[in-house]
């Protein structure tokens, strides 16, 4: 198929900082000088009360800001909700949708994940839709049709003509433990998401980027991203150190070019 040329590096910052470590933190990535390049995007995701100060912290750069979840409605009576309006006007361009912590430990679901990232697209934000698998559903053989539920609820919703739309690929059982899945596995995932979605939009999934989370680090990003399937990663622990994520992303720039 042919593929669109743009890549990702998206920093999932997850419950991590303060203002002081923030700070430090982008100036540490900026002070790296990474060559930002247009064919690999560069996105930091903070928690919700930090999104106006990255804003700040990047807006003389190419670096993108993404919030780590929105709500499924743009206003309303929903008390404790954040809408995708809101962190888009303080300067928010991305909303990653779906992550698997908010699966397991907020009880997220399908049909969620899907009007969240509806909504997300309606205010503007470019979704990163997550779907992944547990380790005993790949254990008991259920990737395949994990990952077909996920994603056909998700674009249940949203619609192919969208075309601003980043799909990660995170199992559950290499987030956070140090052991990333094998660029093979990687690579036959994301085959098979591609595949899935051409069923719908053969143009659409040759061009949608998907991205590969689940303990990237510098020693195997690399050959996790020279997967021909692969147009970059999530990064959780990873993205909380400034020259180890922008080593990653010149590691990408690499493979991009
Ligand atoms: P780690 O890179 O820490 O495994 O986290 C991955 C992740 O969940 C990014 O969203």
Known sequence: MQKMQ?????????????????????????????TLDERVGMVVCPPFPYLAQLA?????????V??????????????????????????????IIGHS????????????????????IDAGLIP????????????????????ARQLDAAFGYIRTAHDNIILAYEPRWAIGTGIAATPEIVQAEHE???????????????????????????????????????DGGLIGGAALNAREFVTIYRELIEIAG
């Open 128 to 147: 990163v839709i997550c779907v992944g698998e547990t380790a005993e559903e790949r254990d008991s053989g259920r990737t395949h049709e994990v990952l």
């Open 66 to 95: 993404g919030t780590q979840n929105v709500s499924d409605h743009l206003q309303g009576a929903f008390t404790g909700e954040v809408s995708p309006l809101m962190v888009k006007e303080i300067g928010c361009g991305y909303a």
């Open 56 to 64: 700040e912290l990047t807006k003389d750069s190419q670096i993108g």
């Open 192 to 230: 098979f998401l591609r595949q899935r979605i051409a069923i719908r939009d053969k143009d659409f999934a040759a061009k949608l980027p998907i991205i590969y989370g689940g303990s990237v680090k510098v020693s195997n990003a690399s050959y996790i991203f020279s997967m021909p399937d692969v």
């Open 6 to 34: 743009k890549k990702w590096l998206v920093g999932n910052w997850k419950m991590h900082g303060s203002l002081a470590a923030n700070k430090a933190l982008m100036e540490g990535i900026r002070s790296e000088q990474p």
């Open 101 to 120: 912590e908010r699966r397991q430990y907020q009880g997220e679901n399908d049909g969620l994940m899907g009007r969240k990232a509806l909504a997300a």
